[in-house]
């Protein structure tokens, strides 16, 4: 099969012929309909994820659709359109028994922990616990854009965030996932800030549902502007991006008993200070967030099928799998607000 692989951390990726996966007794292997590019594979690429070993083939956001199954699969069959969360669970782990596959020992994440979806094919494992079946009507791209990014802000808003409507949400970093999660805290009845130091970006988050924007390179006090748009600070505040700056942002801009989810990867800068006085003296909260587990998908696929949201809203442009290489190195530069997706496979 055709695939993007690179050598080695930092070394620019290639599109090339690769041998075709097989499915594991547990688990299967999808053809790829259509694949999203993350700001997480580019982090891989970089080496910044323990769990890859090149040569590597990254990509973890995917739509598609079974063409092989192992023996001990008894949920799928060949022919069943299938997302999958970007952690899946083993589902026999303390954790997993507990309803949380996205903090589980022995998880798989396809992309990290094996080969991914920047490829015709791929294998995912433990399937019975961990793949989604996709509406009818909810096409391969779309399908795709609801990957990593939508699915995460999904847990960070809604079930680490604990998002009420009428709550101020902040939103510090308006890529991928920052837009998705200002969809889901508008859609959720919430006032959503959004922050970040590009136009086309903020642009794109007020279209979304931002009821305020701030432009982080025209004040030299972003959590006062925050602070000021809230009317006294966040009831709930999210790190999108993924840096010591907007991580140490969104904490101080919280209003009392104000809750912080930590969704951004720091890569290299993973252990930022963190203002622990006013933590413990004005009782804020600080959650990670990893992933979404599959039996949470239905909800998800419920706001997309039956509720106000779009993803495909978020695609801003897609590519053919040739080109999916170069996109990956230019993340860390892109000004293209919004979800790159692969759509065109061998």
């Keep these: 099969m055709k695939a993007i692989v690179y050598d080695d951390f930092g070394a620019d990726p290639a599109y090339r012929s690769v041998p075709s996966p097989e499915p594991a007794p547990h688990g299967v292997v999808l053809r790829v309909d259509a694949t999203g590019l993350c700001r997480s594979d580019w982090h891989g690429w ?7 070993e090149p040569p590597h ?14 023996p001990n699969v ?4 060949e022919g069943d359109r299938v997302t999958v969360p970007f952690v899946g669970g083993c589902g026999h782990c303390a954790q997993c028994r507990a309803g949380q596959p996205q903090v589980c020992p022995n998880q798989f994440q396809p992309g990290f922990s094996g080969w991914g979806t920047f490829a015709e094919r791929v294998a995912i494992d433990y399937a019975d ?14 399908a795709a854009a609801l990957g990593c990014r939508f ?22 970093g308006c890529g991928g996932v920052g837009l998705s999660a200002i969809l889901i805290a508008a859609a959720a009845g919430a006032r959503v800030v959004a922050v970040d130091i590009s136009e086309a970006s903020l642009s794109m988050a007020a279209s979304l549902g931002a009821a305020h924007t701030i432009d982080a390179t025209a004040t030299d006090d972003v959590v006062g502007a925050v602070r000021a748009a809230t009317d006294g600070g966040a009831h709930l505040s999210l790190d999108a991006l993924g840096h010591p700056a907007t991580c140490r ?3 101080a801009n919280l209003r009392t008993q104000g809750r912080h989810v930590q969704v951004g990867l720091l890569g290299e800068d993973a252990a930022p200070a963190v203002p622990m006085g006013r933590i413990i003296a004005e009782e804020l909260e600080l959650r990670g967030t ?16 039956e509720g106000p949201i779009d993803p495909s809203r978020l695609v801003r442009r897609t590519i053919p799998l040739r080109d999916a290489g170069t996109a990956l190195t230019q993340m860390d530069r892109a000004d293209t607000p919004g979800i790159t997706v692969v759509d065109e496979l061998p």
């Design 249 to 251: 942002h969104s904490i």
């Design 46 to 52: 970089q080496g910044h994820d323990a769990m890859i």
């Design 290 to 305: 990893h992933g979404l587990p599959a039996h949470r998908y239905p909800a998800l696929l419920s706001l997309v099928t």
């Design 151 to 172: 699915a995460t802000a999904f847990r960070a808003v809604v079930d680490q965030g604990d998002v009420s409507a009428g709550d101020w949400v902040a939103v510090h």
């Design 57 to 70: 083939v990254p990509g973890h956001e995917v739509a598609g659709t079974i063409v092989e199954r192992g």
């Design 129 to 142: 616990a961990n793949l989604v079946a996709l509406p009818g009507g909810l096409d391969a791209v779309a």
């Design 74 to 77: 008894v949920e799928w069959a």
